[in-house]
């Protein structure tokens, strides 16, 4: 079936056709690493992480690349008010970025390029741009002259004329006096007082500096993935001047056009139907939420269940829906999962036929075809809760067979790859655990049979305990009746 995204830059639904059959190149903004990353930039990481894994499941291989700013106005500021050299100060908060992308279940990038890491790939860009025509230098910096680069817009739709004072970002007031005009924007910053002490100052034709935000990403994303790519996603608040200066950059300096071909954007986040603000007290952290003992699989399920181009409000009640959503996946999958290796139900099951396999592969299908529709995610979780809901109806009358819960879960493992739900992400019960289930049920027999026999039920309780105390819950039914069985990984268990 054909993919289809919405381009920012042609502002209309195109079929996805990679510059290479079944490779699609892939770069995404990181964050700016001088604080952790709020719940608003998850927002963004999460579409992405859903982006590139629906790509991958559609038979693509996905390279994808994701920066992380690690030299800016905001990574000074900290370094020096902290007294710490810039690498130590912001080491600490790209750690950071990166356990809580695993801990929402992100893939790691291809690769995560430093921008300190590649300030020559910078100095000989902006060479390059000086030489045809498209920079000048001034007072020790470096600037974009705008108005040599004749698509500039074409992203934003924004007239340059109409704004001459919005075009440059993070722009301190002496600047304005070093720019032959206000749309300019810098490439190469001349070094500031205590720069160079931290760390934050390289040597450059022009003197002592550092590079300006953009230069950062074009720089990046042209060595890892080419002049020309795929993909290129992020946050609304990208598009101007962010992603559009990138085009200028990219495109004067190659020549080639267009320098990426499908740009997607998510929308804003808001927090209780208002902006996220710390003045407010709604400003979240990936930490704060965890401590208010939220599921990391109840929010990523949050950020991603609304369409990344609507707006999406993010409430604490709405985490705890998306948990009790979680936890009807997370039973459905354990029930299959103790039928399939635990002996404890009735003989029959084997000779019942494998029925559900063709439903669930059609119920794969339609979910992908939601999905290619510019990730059309309220379709494709829509038809996941139907199939959840049709393996629960076949569970509750003991109509599926081996054949039929092994693809049951070989369904839930699908939909991991896919939505990074990490439902199944325990696959296998341990044998040690297995034997004392099994030692478990033949005692719990014997308290059906003689239910006023107090050692046995103190057996039955040892044994329950000792599984407890290895990670795993059980749930007991009436005497004689089959016990489930479960790991504890959720907040909820």
Known sequence: MPVRFYNTLSQSLEEFKPLREKHAGMYTCGPTVYDFAHIGNFRAFVFEDLLRRFLECCGYHVQHVMNLTDVDDKTIAGALREKKTLAEYTAQYAQAFNDDLKTLNCLTPTSQPCATEKIQLMLDLIKTLLEKGFAYESKGSVYYRV??????????KKNLEMNRTGASERVE???YESKQEATDFVLWKGVKAGEAQIGA???????????????ECSAMSMQELGERFDLHAGGEDLIFPHHENEIAQSEGATGKSPFVKYWLHCKFLLVDGEKMSKSKGNFYTLRDLLAKDCDPMALRYALLAVHYRSALNFTLEG???AGEIIRKFDECYWLCLNRKVLPLHTPELAHLPAGIAPLLEKNKAEILEGLSDDLNVSLALSRLVLAVKEINTRLAENRLGPD?????LEFFKWVDALLGLNICGTQEIPGAILALMDKRSEVRKQVAADKSNKALWTESDKLRDEIQAQGWIVKDARPGEPSTLKMKRRKWD
């Not at 039929?404 to 049951?408: K, P, R, T």
């Open 319 to 321: 985490v705890k829906e």
């Open 147 to 156: 108005s040599k680069f004749q698509g500039y817009g074409k992203l934003s």
């Open 201 to 215: 100052a390289w040597d450059s034709p022009w003197g002592q500096g550092r590079p300006g935000w953009h230069i």
């Open 173 to 175: 007031a002496d600047e």
């Open 404 to 408: 039929s819960l092994q693809a049951a």
